[in-house]
C-alpha cells in the first residue's frame, strides 16, 4: 500500500514540475501579442482573462511612452518583448511569481489616446491581476493622462 502512495505522489510531483516547466519553455509567438485594435475614445473594457483601458494624454505622445516604458520595466518579472517607444507601441510580458504565467501588455499611443491592453496567456481567468497591472500604471502615469 505505501508503494502505491508514494508512486501517485511521484507521478503528481512530476505533473506539477512538468506543467510548470511548459508554462515557463513554450515557446512564444510575440507577433499574436504584439498588437492593437483601433479605438475610438477614452474606456475600460473588462473581459475574461483581461483588460484594456483608454485614456487620453495630456503631454507629447513620444514623453507618456517613455513615463509607460520606465513603469513597466520597473514592474516586478516585467520584460519588453517588443516595440519601442519611437514606434509608438510596446509589449511587455510579466510573469506570475510562482509559477511563471505569463501575461501580455501591449502600450500604444493612437492619436491622443494611450491604449494599455493586459492579457493572459494560459487560461480563462487572470484572477484580475491584468486590471490591477494597469490600473497601476496609469496611477503612476498620473498627470500625463485623462480619463475623459
Known sequence: ??????????????LVLGTMAYV?????????????EQ?????DLA?????????????????VLAAADRIATATPRTTKVAGAVDDGMM????RSLIWGFPDHT????????????????FGGSDMGVNRARVQDWLIQLGPLTDPR
Open 24 to 36: 515557463r519553455l513554450a515557446p512564444n509567438d510575440i507577433a499574436r501579442w504584439h498588437q492593437l
Open 106 to 121: 501591449t502600450v500604444a499611443v493612437q492619436g491622443d489616446l494611450l491604449v494599455i491592453y493586459g492579457r493572459l496567456r
Open 1 to 14: 500500500m505505501m508503494d502505491v502512495v508514494v508512486c501517485i505522489i511521484a507521478v503528481l510531483v512530476l
Open 47 to 63: 473581459q475574461a482573462g483581461g483588460f484594456r483601458a483608454v485614456r487620453r494624454i495630456t503631454a507629447d505622445p513620444v514623453d
Open 39 to 43: 479605438v475610438d475614445g477614452p474606456s
Open 91 to 94: 509589449t511587455y510580458q510579466t
